[in-house]
Each structure stands twice: as C-alpha cells, then as structure tokens.
C-alpha cells in the first residue's frame, strides 16, 4: 500500500541556520508533491507544489527537491527564523484531486 | 473572500449524540474535501465532493458517517451517532477545478470532543 513517512520527531535548530526536512513516499509514483504549513490550531497552508519533471523549485527562504529515483522529497528553510515554527506536511500526488498527507515533521526554530 | 469557514469551531458532545459539522467552500472552487486530523492517525482524508457529487467516500470510516453538498457553498459531515473515538479535528478543504498548483485551502477546522 501507499506510505508517505516523514521524520516524526520534532526538528529543533537555531535561529539563522538551514531546516531540512524529508518526505518519504513507497508504492507509488507521483507526479506531483505538495508542501503545506501547519500551525497549532489552524488548517495546513500550501506552500510550493513540484512536479515529477523539476528537480527543485524556490520560493524566496524556502527550497523543495523531489528525487523520483530515491522516492524522496526534501524541503529546506534557509536562514530559518522562530516565526517558521510550525509543522510541516508533505502530500506526494499522483494527480488525482485527492491529495495523501505526511503526518507531518514539527520544527521548531529557536532565537 | 473569507476563506474556507467552518462551524462550530468547538463541539463538545456524549456518547451516541449526533453531530453536524458545517463548511462553506470558497466561492468559485470546485471541489470540496473533508478530512479528519489526530495525533495518531495524522490528516486522513475522508471524502471529496466535484461540483456537489461526492466522488471518493472511500475514507469515511463507517456508516456512522454521512456527508452532503446540497449546493455549491454549503457542506456538512454528519456522525449520528457519535462515540469517543470520534474525537478529532474536523478539516473542510475547497479548489479551484483547474488551478496553477492545485492546491488546497483549508479551514480552520472543528474540534469534536465526544465523552
């Protein structure tokens, strides 16, 4: 069966330095695989979406590589600061509308 | 616009009650999607609606479970009747039919308590 695994233990790092987290994924080929952002309390928000044919994509402090041969994503925060606390869930797509999520790696950066 | 808006953002409830949660999608957004989130079994999708018909319930845990869209702003998950196991947060989630990135905007959730 389809299994997405991300690092279940809390991520903690200092403020200005580099948060790299991993997704996972077995049995299945995505075409896509979304990155969201969740707080205590609140719905995930998406963050960047990269599809099978990127290597990586960028979207200002935040970096995502996807690697079909290794089934692996990994989704970097540079110059990390203690606002980017959150969890952070992985959704690997095959292009269904449905999505599947990570259960998600908590971050916590610290000043 | 104001988002996915769901309701009630608490529900606390007994054993064998029954329980509606409420969603409004964003306006113009196709598809509409229910989730359910716990520590242990992390967002755990529940059934999604295209254009008010439900596609996949595949993920509603049993019959104690119902869900409908009379209409393209307004949703609601039903468990009738509830138990404790139950207790979870809630996530209502809509998108456009053919958007850039194809993502999701989720509410804020419900936090079913069921004693």
């Known amino acids: 069966s389809q299994k997405i695994e991300q690092n279940s233990e809390a991520l903690n790092i200092q403020e200005g330095k580099t948060a790299t987290l991993t997704c996972n994924y077995t049995n299945y080929s995505p075409a896509y695989l979304q990155w969201y952002r969740q707080d205590p309390g609140r719905g995930p928000v998406f963050l960047l979406l990269?599809?099978?044919?990127?290597k990586e994509k960028r979207k200002e402090r935040l970096k995502v590589t996807f690697d079909t041969t290794l089934k692996q994503s990994l989704f970097h925060i540079t110059a990390s600061q203690p606002a980017d606390s959150a969890t952070y869930l992985c959704a690997p797509s095959t292009g269904r509308r449905a999505l599947t999520f990570g259960s998600g790696t908590r971050l916590q950066v610290q000043p | 616009d104001a988002g996915v808006i769901q309701s009630p953002r608490h529900e606390v409830t007994e054993m064998g009650q029954e329980v509606t949660l409420r969603c409004k999608p964003i306006?113009?957004?196709?598809?509409l999607f229910w989730y359910r989130q716990t520590m242990m079994r992390g967002l755990e999708l529940l059934i999604y609606?295209?254009?008010?018909?439900?596609?996949?319930d595949s993920g509603m845990p049993e019959d104690r479970f119902s869900a409908k869209m009379p209409n393209a702003s307004f949703s609601t998950l039903k468990i009738q009747p509830s138990e404790p196991r139950d207790s979870a947060v809630y996530f209502c989630?809509?998108?456009?039919?053919?958007?850039?990135?194809?993502?999701?905007?989720f509410g804020p959730g419900t936090r079913l308590t069921v004693l």
């Open positions: 306006s113009g957004h196709d598809y």
């Open positions: 990269i599809r099978e044919n990127e």
């Open positions: 609606f295209n254009n008010n018909v439900p596609i996949d």
């Open positions: 989630a809509s998108r456009e039919k053919t958007g850039a990135y194809n993502e999701q905007f």
